[in-house]
């Protein structure tokens, strides 16, 4: 089992910046695949960053490529993404997920592969 938990949301004004972080926990001691997933009022919850916790290797969806990096404090077990540039279609819930990586590269993936999410951390980004 994998227990994570997310902080770093907030309300902030366009063009404004945020770095969300993810502290991991428990049977860490594998192969994941960590990612970012948002999820916006009425909206399908869309991925939007995933890292592989051992290669390093990252994946982004085109809607925040150029806007967004994801990192890892390997020693520390927090998976971060930093948001610059931000726009209010920014807004949404932002979860944080893992999965067991089978490749030493990550794809996105869909939510359903998943099993394992933090509680969410919001982000508002107002014009």
């Known amino acids: 089992q994998v227990q994570l938990v997310e902080s770093g949301g907030g309300s902030v004004h366009t063009g404004g910046s945020l770095r969300l972080s993810c502290a991991a926990s428990?049977?860490?001691?594998?192969?994941?695949?960590v990612a970012w997933f948002r999820q916006a009022p009425g909206n399908r919850r869309e991925g939007i960053a995933v890292i592989h916790n051992r290669a390093g290797k990252t994946t982004y969806a085109d809607s925040v490529k150029g806007r967004t990096t994801i990192s890892q404090d390997s020693a520390k077990n927090i998976v971060y993404l930093q948001m610059d540039s931000l726009i209010p279609e920014d807004t949404a819930m932002y979860y944080c997920?893992?999965?067991?990586?089978?490749?030493?590269?990550?794809?996105?993936?869909?939510?359903?592969?998943?099993?394992?999410w933090g509680q969410g951390t919001q982000v508002a980004v107002s014009s």
């Open positions: 997920a893992a999965r067991r990586a089978v490749f030493p590269g990550c794809s996105m993936g869909y939510s359903a592969q998943y099993p394992y």
């Open positions: 428990g049977d860490t001691g594998g192969n994941y695949c």
